[in-house]
Each structure stands twice: as structure tokens, then as C-alpha cells.
């Protein structure tokens, strides 16, 4: 299968990822706990990746712009939920009295959704320049969709949207993964800048947003399960072929 079916077959796979979560909230199968442990996991797994392979992969292919652009990437993130996004718990239901507006929950979607097109920026960019970085990043993009459809789905569920908005918001998040997969595979020259970004907002993502969660359960257990998501990359990479 070529780059270019292979990235936006797992482009999509990671669209339905996201759709799952908000399907899991509204039936109210997974324990907030549970969810936890695959943000732990997850967060893990991205820091990995970031830093051991697509920050050194940026700089490669773009050796001047690529640091400011990491940066660039985990800035703009961080502007983009403190202007924006109010404060929320990520992959957990959000209470009724946490969120009041449909204003408020559009906003959080949005800022979701910069993430999730970014995630799919990062897909296509590993592909463009190896099997194994593409295969790498999606893993790493997989193992917080879950939550992520999860978290949106709990918001719109808590400012009074019903169900068919909170499933319609988790597939939007979808969506936006899938345009960015398919940014990047229409102008494939444009991973000299993606990537690097993609980094940016992937650190961002990780150490900022899914570590916190990780920190507000007692014990080591879950940071067990963060430290095992960094040893399964540092694992994969050992064995790359590359």
C-alpha cells in the first residue's frame, strides 16, 4: 500500500477513534479510571515520540525553522486554551455545573479540534517521510483519541446538548483529523513546516494536558502506566529498521 492510502486509511481509523469515545459516553460504558489509564498510556507513548523522533526528524528535514516551530506549535496551543477554552478535565464527564453555555461547549470543541487537526497533520507528515515515523505518530494519536471523543461528548452532554450533538461534535473532532492528514498529502511539501509544528502542539498535548490528568491519581500505579507508554516507543524504536 502506498504512503499516501496507508496514512489516510489510519487517518481514518483515527477519525473513528475519536467517534467511539463520544459513542462510550453517551452509553456510559467506560469508568472515568479506566479512560485514565489509557491517557496515561498515551501520554506517555506521545512524549516519546515528540522528543525521540519527531523533534529530531523536524530539525533534519528543516534545521533552522524546525526549533522555533516546535515552539511556535506548543505556544500557539497553550494561547489558543488560555484565550479560548475554558478549563476542563480531560477524557473524564464533565459535570453540569463545570459547563453552562453552548457558547462555552463550541468553544471547547474548537480548541479540541485544533488539536485534532494537528493530529492529523503529524499523521501525514511522518508518512511523507517514512512507514515507520507515520506508523510511530498514528500510534501515538490513537492511544488519546478515545478520551479526546470521550471529553468533547461529556461537555456537550453538560451544557445541554443532547445526545446527537455530543456524537456529532466527536465525529467533528474526526473530521478535522482527517483534514489534516489530507492537508499534508495534497502539499507534501509543506511537512518541512508540519512536522515540526505537529511536535510542538504533540509536547504540548501530552506533558500539559494528559499528565495533569495522570497526577490526580493517587499512587504510582498510573504513573507506572505513563512510564510504560515512554518504554513501549523507546522499545519500538530500538527495533526499527530505520
Not at 78 to 86: A, Q
Amino acid at each position: 500500500m502506498s504512503s499516501l492510502w496507508l496514512s489516510l486509511t489510519l487517518g481514518v481509523a483515527a477519525a473513528l477513534a475519536d467517534y467511539l469515545g463520544g459513542v462510550l459516553l453517551v452509553r456510559r460504558s467506560p469508568s472515568a479510571r479506566s479512560l485514565r489509564y489509557f491517557v496515561a498510556l498515551g501520554a506517555g507513548f506521545m512524549l516519546g515520540a515528540a522528543v525521540l523522533e519527531m523533534i529530531p526528524e523536524g530539525i533534519n528535514i528543516n534545521p533552522r525553522g524546525a526549533p522555533l516551530l516546535v515552539l511556535l506549535g506548543y505556544c500557539g496551543v497553550h494561547l489558543l486554551e488560555h484565550t479560548l477554552v475554558p478549563h476542563f478535565h480531560f477524557g473524564e464527564e464533565t459535570h453540569h455545573d463545570e459547563i453552562l453555555s453552548a457558547r462555552t461547549s463550541y468553544s471547547v470543541l474548537l480548541g479540541l479540534a485544533a488539536h485534532t487537526f494537528f493530529d492529523g497533520i503529524a499523521i501525514g507528515s511522518g508518512f511523507v517521510i517514512s512507514h515507520w515515523l507515520g506508523w510511530v505518530i498514528f500510534i501515538a494519536v490513537f492511544l488519546h483519541k478515545l478520551p479526546e471523543g470521550f471529553t468533547v461528548a461529556s461537555v456537550m452532554l453538560a451544557s445541554g446538548r443532547g445526545q446527537r450533538a455530543a456524537l456529532n461534535s466527536a465525529m467533528f473532532l474526526g473530521a478535522t483529523t482527517l483534514a489534516g492528514v489530507l492537508v499534508i498529502n495534497l502539499q507534501p511539501a509543506w511537512v518541512r513546516v508540519g512536522l515540526p509544528l505537529s511536535a510542538g502542539v504533540t509536547i504540548y498535548v501530552a506533558a500539559t494536558d494528559l499528565v495533569p490528568e495522570v497526577n490526580r491519581e493517587p499512587g504510582i500505579r498510573m504513573a507506572l502506566v505513563f512510564f510504560i507508554g515512554v518504554v513501549i516507543f523507546f522499545l519500538l524504536k530500538l527495533l526499527s529498521p530505520i
